[in-house]
């Protein structure tokens, strides 16, 4: 069964970097695509990043490119979101994902395209 637990979330003042952290569990994690999405308050899932199972191949959201980096460590099961210059604008639940095929994603961008989901960790960037 796969699981994704995120960490690294809190509460920290505009400008400061925060690094998340998505460990992974229950099969060979370099064969899959890994996602961010976010969810602020009163809004819908949005997509930050995304990153191919090798790590050669990433995505960005316009709103995070510059600033928000996506990395992966397949020897340690882990997917990592550094983000700088945090904005007040950044604060809300952030969630990984993974998704059930292998190789690459069609529209790495849509949350539809990933299956399993951790429970997400709380960002507040305050002005």
């Known amino acids: 069964q796969v699981q994704l637990v995120e960490s690294g979330g809190g509460l920290v003042q505009a400008g400061v970097s925060l690094r998340l952290s998505c460990a992974a569990s229950?099969?060979?994690?370099?064969?899959?695509?890994m996602g961010w999405f976010r969810r602020a308050p009163g809004k819908e899932r949005e997509f930050v990043a995304a990153?191919?199972?090798?790590?050669?191949?990433?995505h960005y959201a316009d709103s995070v490119k510059g600033r928000f980096t996506i990395s992966r460590d397949n020897a340690k099961n882990t997917v990592y979101l550094q983000m700088n210059s945090l904005k007040p604008e950044d604060t809300a639940v952030y969630y990984c994902?993974?998704?059930?095929?292998?190789?690459?994603?069609?529209?790495?961008?849509?949350?539809?395209?990933?299956?399993?989901w951790g429970q997400g960790t709380q960002v507040t960037v305050s002005s």
């Open positions: 990153i191919s199972g090798s790590g050669g191949v990433t």
């Open positions: 994902a993974t998704t059930r095929v292998i190789g690459p994603v069609l529209s790495p961008r849509s949350s539809n395209s990933y299956d399993y």
């Open positions: 229950g099969r060979t994690f370099s064969r899959y695509y």
